[in-house]
């Protein structure tokens, strides 16, 4: 049975390039009304107005997902304008390629907070309009590097670590409540 997107609601963060672009044009492309986020509000525009041409409803927010506030502010006024989430696809991320030696905290956080805190923050928002609908998918892109650490990538790694292990624990916790969680798609790439 093939899933249909026409008129479905899907938020996609880190939207304005790479897999998250390629995400939203797909969706919309299949009917779904996308709201792409990200920083780079140049590129985010981009790929609204390509999603507009097949999907019109479609609209670029540009977002910091490092920023609880705007991610609840970005789910909260999506919910106003359509009602609704049907999927959430959490994408966005930052690389962090710095040997341990060289690493500072305030780079482990800002990893932290863009590759795993947005996408929770994220979540903790939308799921309980998912809930209450019993109908919704939740989906964390993460990496290879959610299994398997690589050199001068430790805090990228245990970004992703933490992506992977919420994500599976999501999945078994919205087991039975119509809501489809936590599905943990590896990009491919650390």
């Known amino acids: 049975m093939s899933y249909d997107y026409t008129g479905r609601v899907a938020i996609v963060t880190g939207a304005s390039s790479g897999i998250g672009r390629a995400i939203a044009l797909d969706l919309a492309s299949r009917g779904a009304i996308v709201v792409a986020a990200a920083r780079r509000a140049d590129l985010l525009e981009d790929v609204a107005r390509a999603c507009r041409s097949s999907s019109p409803a479609s609209e670029a927010v540009v ?9 609840e502010k970005l789910v909260g006024g999506v919910l106003e304008r359509h009602g609704k989430v049907d999927l959430l696809i959490n994408n966005a991320g930052i690389p962090m390629r710095v040997h341990a ?18 996408a929770a923050y994220a979540i903790t928002a939308v799921l309980p309009s998912m809930l209450a609908r019993h109908d ?11 299994r398997v650490g690589s050199p001068r990538e ?4 245990a970004s992703k670590f933490a992506m992977t292990g919420f994500s ?19 990009s491919g790439s650390s």
């Open 101 to 118: 030696a060289r690493l500072t905290s305030d780079q482990i956080e800002r990893t932290m907070r863009i590759n795993y805190l947005g």
């Open 136 to 146: 919704g998918h939740i989906v964390n892109i993460a990496s290879v590097a959610g």
């Open 154 to 157: 430790s805090a990228y790694t």
């Open 168 to 186: 599976e624990v999501l999945a078994a916790d919205l087991d039975g409540s119509g809501v489809s969680g936590g599905r943990r798609v590896a």
């Open 63 to 71: 977002t910091d997902v490092g920023d609880r506030a705007a991610v």
